[in-house]
């Protein structure tokens, strides 16, 4: 690949720390570049991903990517889809346990997606897991509250407790971001 390096458009340096432990891995030399974007509500996480791409990329015109996740409850109709950023906020770990307390299927599903664009490319990936509801919050401290209540792991510990024990992007992304470092190595 000709670039030199290519811009991971985000303001959270832990998802920053991660895709960059992956890119060097393979070589690849990526830099977190913080861009104001107003994010476009939309039912579709990916049109919100591709449209938060294109603003950064008329902004900085140098190869980026920009990473969006999108959060669906099955028995809630899909709920809260890509506004989860802004019900974590409003809901305490009680709030989600309440929510799904009646629920028989206590699925949750977080769809991963990463967009990069260039000049000449604009390139999609993106990956959907599968966790569950847990029954009560995890104790120890976490940064928001769907990590106290969901779990991704056959243990069933909590996303909190993975980020604890420092585990848990390598489990949840590692396809999405892996797919795209491939073909970025292999341009």
């Not at 060097?24 to 791409?53: C, M």
């Not at 120890?140 to 991704?152: A, H, K, R, W």
Request: aromatic letters at 14%; a positive charge; glycine letters at 4%.
């Amino acid at each position: 690949m000709n670039v030199n390096k290519i811009h991971f458009i985000t303001g959270n340096l832990s998802k920053f720390e991660y895709a960059k432990g992956i890119f060097e891995s393979e070589g690849i030399d990526i830099v977190q570049t913080k861009i104001e974007i107003h994010e476009v509500q939309d039912s579709d996480s990916l049109v919100i991903a591709r449209l938060k791409a294109k603003y950064a990329w008329d902004k900085i015109k140098e190869p980026l990517f920009v990473h969006d996740s999108c959060w669906m409850i099955p028995s809630l109709n899909g709920f809260p889809g890509p506004y989860m950023r802004y019900v974590n906020e409003w809901f305490s770990p009680e709030d989600f346990i309440s929510l799904m307390k009646n629920k028989k299927d206590r699925t949750i599903i977080l769809k991963s997606t990463v967009v990069y664009i260039d000049e000449d490319n604009l390139k999609e990936f993106s990956q959907e897991s599968i966790g569950r509801f847990l029954e009560k919050p995890y104790s120890g401290y976490s940064d928001n509250s769907l990590d106290s209540v969901v779990s991704f792991s056959k243990s069933g510990k909590s996303i909190a407790e993975k980020k604890a024990e420092k585990s848990w992007f390598a489990k949840k992304d590692n396809l999405v971001w892996g797919k795209f470092a491939k073909w970025l190595k292999e341009r």
